[in-house]
């Protein structure tokens, strides 16, 4: 089992004896249970700014391509950032390999053995790489669809460059089920949700013919309870 399908199982295992499903029989299967949870986490994504996290992903455009699909997980591209003048190419390389062109260019402004000032030329010429970046293409335009988790860059490339974008995207489900801070949100709102099920079966028939005179269901009392707590815990995390 993996530790995924494990913490599930605690979340399972938990709703099973809260519903007393040690001394009585509870009518609710596995597929209930993952049932339950998905709304759980499904409500808690859309309530709860802590179920989202800041990301940085790499793309590698493809030629004459515009159009990328991105991971279901990925909610909102903020920014794509690109190689630009000045910057190194190399990886592992201690910013020792540089392109030509960025070579010459820093050259030019830092390395020509003049007096610049140090500092605040750094940042006159950091400033002065964002502006030819504006001017040159060094940023990217782009338009991101949530819906359909199409990324179409309003630019052709030209030919295979590695981009970096800033993303907002779900955390995974195993991480929620480790941080406790959610964690019993998730259980309650879970049990919330099997009890409305749960009530919702047993409504069907308000009694059950017996020996003894019937036998009354609690199938009101536990959608009743359901709903409430439902409530309650969506009142919680938007509060």
Known sequence: MTDLIKKKQEVFDYVH??????MVDVELGKTEYETALNRAFARYRQR???AVEESYMFLTTVLDQNVYTLPNEVIEVRQIFRRSIGSRTGMGDGGTVFE????????????????????????????????????????????WNPSTKKLPILQRPRAEENLMMLCYNYR??????????????????TLATCKFMLGEARSKFASITGPQGGTTLNGDTLKSEGQAEMERLETEVAN
Do not use: C
């Open 17 to 22: 004896s809260i519903l007393g499903g040690g």
């Open 48 to 50: 709860s700014s802590n």
């Open 100 to 143: 030509p062109f960025n070579l010459a260019y820093t050259n030019a402004y830092l390395l020509s053995g003049q007096q610049l000032g140090g500092l605040a030329t750094y940042d006159f010429f950091a400033q002065h790489q964002e502006l030819v970046g504006r001017m040159f293409g060094s940023f990217i335009e782009f338009k």
């Open 172 to 189: 995974p489900d195993e991480q929620l089920l480790d941080d406790y801070m959610v964690i019993q949100w998730i259980k309650d709102y």
